[in-house]
């Protein structure tokens, strides 16, 4: 059965430092998010993509995020420049309509 | 306003009985879906019920929606110990560009 793959599957970085996560979406799918998990809480959306544009995006979403899709089917997620407070595991969902489809996660441990 | 708040919390329950589980929202919805998460793990998606169906069945699995009083439930039939795990349901709301929100989760126990 096809599924959702991410990379790495666990990042550390330092704060201040940029990380690209790596998602690779459901090949026939059309739409593409990322959400993100502090240790012990809510899943958040971050964002979601489709026709190459993002569609929609929270308030967690600033400046220092971007999405890309750039090869048709990898889809990534940068941050530029890491905070603590970035710490989270990171999802990648996709969807051929709404039923959406979630990678394992990218754990990423920002010191 | 917060979505997707369930109840209870956490629960416990020996293998073989039923495990119900409620999920109650504020505002208007598309549909209404339940993810499973292991420790650890990603989020799998269980069942999905759209705001104009009433109940749907998917294998051991029976989600109920009530749009009147914002509420959803999901039932878990025969439980197995590999059942344990989070449980959360996610709305998406109406209007919305199918953005999941979530609430906070079920943590089940399923005792062998």
């Known amino acids: 059965e096809p599924e959702v793959t991410q990379t790495p599957s666990h990042q550390v970085t330092q704060m201040g430092q940029e990380v690209i996560l790596r998602c690779v979406p459901i090949?026939?799918?059309?739409?593409f998010y990322w959400y993100r998990q502090i240790l012990g809480q809510k899943v958040e959306f971050l964002v979601s993509?489709?026709?190459?544009?993002?569609?929609?995006k929270s308030e967690i979403f600033d400046d220092q995020f971007s999405v890309e899709r750039p090869d048709g089917s990898n889809f990534t997620l940068k941050i530029r420049s890491t905070k603590l407070e970035d710490s989270a595991m990171y999802f990648c969902?996709?969807?051929?309509?709404?039923?959406?489809?979630f990678g394992p996660g990218t754990r990423l441990t920002v010191t | 306003s917060q979505q997707g708040e369930e109840d209870p919390q956490a629960l416990s329950i020996q293998e073989g009985e039923n495990a119900t589980m409620n999920c109650s929202y504020k505002?208007?919805?598309?549909?209404l879906q339940w993810y499973r998460q292991n420790s650890g793990r990603g989020l799998v998606h269980l069942i999905l019920?759209?705001?104009?169906?009433r109940e749907k069945h998917s294998g051991r699995l029976r989600v109920t929606l009530d749009t009147s009083k914002k509420s959803s439930s999901l039932l878990i039939t025969a439980s197995r110990a590999a059942d344990t795990a989070s449980y959360f349901c996610?709305?998406?709301?109406?209007?919305?560009?199918?953005?999941?929100?979530f609430g906070k989760g079920i943590t089940l126990s399923v005792r062998p």
């Open positions: 019920i759209r705001s104009n169906e």
């Open positions: 996610a709305t998406v709301p109406t209007g919305a560009n199918s953005k999941l929100t």
């Open positions: 993509f489709y026709n190459n544009e993002i569609s929609e």
């Open positions: 969902a996709s969807s051929y309509w709404y039923e959406q489809y």
């Open positions: 505002t208007s919805i598309n549909n």
């Open positions: 090949s026939n799918h059309l739409y």
